[in-house]
């Protein structure tokens, strides 16, 4: 029932820094427990109450992220972590799991994503016959035949889908326009805290016209459209969101989102950027909601052609996603980009009220998909 579906109380994230930049030497703890401390402070949660701690993480130190986070944020030992790896999807599909553990009975469940490109540890596969280690910058996404490096895959996947260089600068160079027009509005706000002396975004431009990036050569393919001005920035950040039961938020009356639905798919592991499409039909499915209904939308920008690809497929007019700009414009944190959106969502259907349904989703490398429906809850339940 709807009811009863687990609900988000409270979201927040930090700055997203470009990687080697503003939020360079900070851990993925450090990025981590500001962000935990304030899901648990800005509700006026008891930290006695939360069950579990789920962050999304892709290229971080190893062990358990979830629980060194938890710990340095200096929540009660008896609160486990989980660290969950779905690549790009990871932040949302925390979320997910975190819905599921509510809705199965826990009453507090902290969850979203970290990552610090920044801080990553080398990494190299062991030296074969005697020769020497071998670096390599990522995990296999996938068995070699379909293991193709993200930007290449979406570069082959506008050419597939007929997306042509000039829609993708637009698509970039909007991106931009409104992530700075927002900015100025302030509706980052009160959404992002401050950490390690950063308070705002690093990677959002002005004046970034078409012009401007037509000039920029292609990343991938001597013959492709992919460059680095239609592409997101490696980056560094955090963000999560407190979920409780519908319970919970009632007797602290607080206004919230809904959790109508999760979805996540695969799709071939050579285009993973179209996992968005069937993961936002199972989602939409699910919920019994139609794409016209939503309100907001916010899709990982990871490519400007990849987010077109799929805006073609679901029949989807591109204005109406990311409309206060995207990870193109904000960056692309991997392990937390997922949990983004979430904080996205939460911040124009809760704090401002700008509509009723949300929709997230986010394409991941091997395949994945992630999608999630929401329903903003500002009135008495």
């Not at 968005?276 to 990871?302: C, R, T, W």
């Not at 999630?372 to 009135?379: P, S, T, Y």
Request: proline residues 7%.
């Amino acid at each position: 029932m709807i009811d009863e579906a687990p609900v988000i109380i409270a979201a927040a994230r930090t700055p997203i820094g470009t990687a080697g930049h503003s939020l360079s030497r900070l851990t993925v703890e450090q990025l981590g427990a500001p962000v935990l401390r304030t899901l648990i402070c800005d509700p006026g949660l008891d930290p006695g109450d939360v069950d579990d701690v789920i962050l999304g993480n892709c290229t971080g130190p190893g062990g358990n992220v979830a629980r060194h986070t938890a710990l340095s944020a200096s929540m009660p030992s008896r609160v486990p972590g989980l660290t969950v790896d779905r690549q790009c999807a990871s932040g949302l599909a925390a979320i997910e799991i975190a819905a599921h553990m509510v809705g199965s009975g826990a009453r507090v469940v902290l969850a979203g994503g970290v990552e610090s490109a920044s801080t990553a540890p080398l990494r190299f596969w062991p030296p074969v016959d005697g020769g020497e280690p071998v670096r390599y910058h990522r995990a296999p996404f996938a068995p070699p035949r379909d293991d193709v490096d993200m930007g290449m895959a979406n570069d082959l996947l506008a050419a597939e889908a007929g997306i042509s260089r000039m829609r993708q600068d637009t698509y970039a160079a909007g991106s931009h326009a409104r992530a700075m027009l927002a900015r100025s509005a302030g509706a980052f706000d009160q959404e992002t805290i401050a950490v390690g002396g950063c308070e705002r975004d690093d990677r959002p431009r002005s004046g970034l016209t078409v012009e401007r990036l037509t000039r920029l050569k292609p990343t991938f393919r001597p013959e492709g459209t992919v460059t680095a001005g239609n592409s997101c920035g490696i980056s560094d950040g955090a963000a999560g969101v407190a979920v409780v039961s519908a319970k919970i938020q009632q007797g602290l009356a607080l206004p919230g989102l809904r959790i109508l639905s999760t979805a996540t798919v695969g799709v071939p592991a050579a285009r993973p950027g179209l996992g968005v499409v069937p993961a936002v039909y199972s989602a939409l499915d699910k919920a019994g909601i139609s794409l016209e209904e939503i309100d907001v939308i916010e899709f990982n920008e990871a490519f400007a052609g990849q987010v077109l690809a799929c805006c073609d497929e679901l029949g989807l007019d591109p204005a109406r996603v990311c409309r206060e700009g995207g990870a193109l414009a904000l960056g692309h944190p991997w392990g937390a980009s997922g949990a983004v959106l979430a904080v996205r969502l939460f911040a124009q259907l809760v704090t401002r009220r700008e509509g009723r349904y949300g929709l997230a989703a986010i394409a991941a490398g091997g395949g994945l998909g992630v999608a999630m429906v929401v329903e903003a809850a500002v009135g008495p339940c």
